[in-house]
């Protein structure tokens, strides 16, 4: 409704599509409407019986427009309820009155839900998860009233169902436990509750439908549709029906169970505001968690419906896995290094790798054939010094670091091998010039600084010392 009570005072919903194709098609539902005037043409009907379909972002739209002809759109909705395999989830307003078992095609969705937990239906399945609003009471269908306590409400086990299943008064009624809620207020201040006013008129204007919104299919089906047999052929209405949307499938569960949690609390409070041993706060012990550790429990069934397809109650002894964001893998953590797209050590760690090779290069003031040795080892591939300066530990490389200086003191004096290093170096220039382009090495920081130790070695070799 957009009007200020329709948005501020009443649960509503709506869905943006970006689709020009489906926009055009709503675009020829409101001619159809235009040249209708007030009535109801057999061409508007016939041509609201047949849907259209359009693929938006990855899910399927199957767009249905009211009157129909014979209530097409229901039995579309019907066959994607009778498929859920994990739950359904509903807010419903004005849905319509019961229908006998005799005429199946002008059940309302609500009643094709609520069969689901009907045994000797065709459809019936125990353990399907169903929890929703429907505005209003539904005469023949649902009524206030205590029954038989709740399977397994953790916060009250004593608490009455407000809700009772009637199946066409040829039965007596069955208990729905806590499946479909009506909209309740605190009427009087509980505790630490304050009184609430619903004088208001409609609180729960959505029509929506989730079907299986964490499983493989999940479905969404919402509008202007009351989602009933009497909106199908009496009304102008729309019912979008999104199927293998997954984030819009979970985004309205969510919605959905806040309010149905809303109301269902209200209710426990109204129920029990005179009850002294209701409940006034937290307890100081564990109990209330039972119901959610035992196995074919309701609360642990209502978990593993929350927490996605495939989800299994933990092992005993065993913590449970925690379930994958978005289906995304969870990969284990191991002990191997850092990924590649991490940063090394840091500075100190760097160049403490490479300080015996710092120290080796030292030692090169030795007689002339070890420095023609040394030279031979620094035209060796970056790759291989770079190894051997990893295993050779630091600790080692420092002794014979000392014994090569004192073995630089005794040596002679420096004018005889200098020449011959100047000569050595033109040599090795020499080749350098003739490999090919690839076979040269970038300069790197480390290249950098080694050159720069070179020049600054020759320039200490070049000038004379005192006492020599």
């Not at 968690?289 to 035992?294: A, C, I, P, T, V």
């Not at 120290?359 to 291989?384: D, E, F, I, V």
């Not at 073995?407 to 010039?433: C, E, N, V």
Request: some cysteine.
């Amino acid at each position: 409704n957009w009007t200020k009570t329709g948005l501020c005072t009443q649960a509503n919903n709506g869905v943006i599509v970006n689709d020009p194709d489906l926009g055009a098609h709503f675009i020829d539902e409101w001619n159809l409407l235009k040249a209708a005037g007030n009535a109801y043409p057999a061409s508007l009907m016939q041509a609201n019986s047949t849907s259209k379909s359009f693929n938006v972002d990855g899910s399927s739209i199957t767009q249905w427009f009211a009157p129909t002809d014979k209530g097409e759109d229901l039995d579309y909705a019907r066959k994607l309820i009778n498929g859920a395999e994990q739950g359904i989830l509903f807010l419903f307003f004005n849905p319509g009155a019961f229908e006998p078992d005799d005429k199946p095609e002008q059940w309302t969705l609500l009643q094709n839900i609520l069969a689901r937990h009907q045994q000797g239906t065709p459809n019936y399945d125990a353990d399907l998860y169903i929890h929703g609003v429907v505005n209003q009471e539904i005469p023949g269908l649902t009524t206030e009233g205590p029954e038989k306590p709740s399977r397994g409400a953790a916060v009250d086990p004593a608490n009455p169902s407000p809700v009772k299943l009637y199946d066409g008064g040829k039965t007596a009624p069955l208990p729905v436990p806590y499946e479909s809620m009506v909209p309740k207020a605190i009427k009087d201040a509980f505790h630490n509750w304050a009184s609430e006013v619903m004088n208001q008129g409609v609180h729960v204007h959505s029509k929506v439908i989730v079907i299986d919104p964490f499983g493989k299919k999940p479905v969404v089906i919402t509008g202007s549709h009351n989602l009933g047999y009497k909106a199908s052929t009496k009304n102008d209405d729309n019912m979008m029906i999104v199927e293998g949307n997954a984030p819009l499938a979970a985004s309205y569960a969510a919605n959905i169970i806040a309010i149905y949690d809303t109301y269902r609390w209200n209710t426990y409070v109204d129920a029990h505001a005179k009850d002294p041993q209701v409940w006034h706060g937290l307890v100081d012990n564990a109990t209330w968690q039972d119901s959610y550790l035992k196995p074919g429990g309701a609360d642990l069934t209502e978990i593993q419906f929350w927490l996605g397809e495939g989800a299994s109650a933990p092992a005993a002894g065993a913590p449970a896995a925690a379930p994958a964001s978005g289906g995304a893998e969870v990969r284990a953590a191991t002990a191997s290094g850092p990924p590649q797209h991490v940063k090394g050590p840091s500075r100190s760690g760097s160049s403490a790798r490479r300080s015996p090779a710092k120290k080796a290069a030292r030692g090169s003031a030795k007689p002339t054939a070890s420095k023609r040795n040394a030279r031979a080892a620094k035209r060796t591939p970056a790759k291989s010094t770079r190894a051997a300066a990893k295993k050779a530990p630091a600790k080692t490389s420092r002794a014979p670091a000392k014994s090569k200086r004192a073995a630089a003191k005794k040596a002679p004096g420096k004018q005889a091998p200098a020449k011959t290093k100047r000569a050595a170096a033109k040599t090795k220039r020499a080749p350098a010039k003739k490999a090919p382009p690839k076979a040269r090495i970038a300069r790197t920081k480390s290249t950098r600084a080694a050159a720069a130790r070179r020049a600054s070695r020759k320039i200490a070799s070049r000038t004379p010392r005192r006492g020599r």
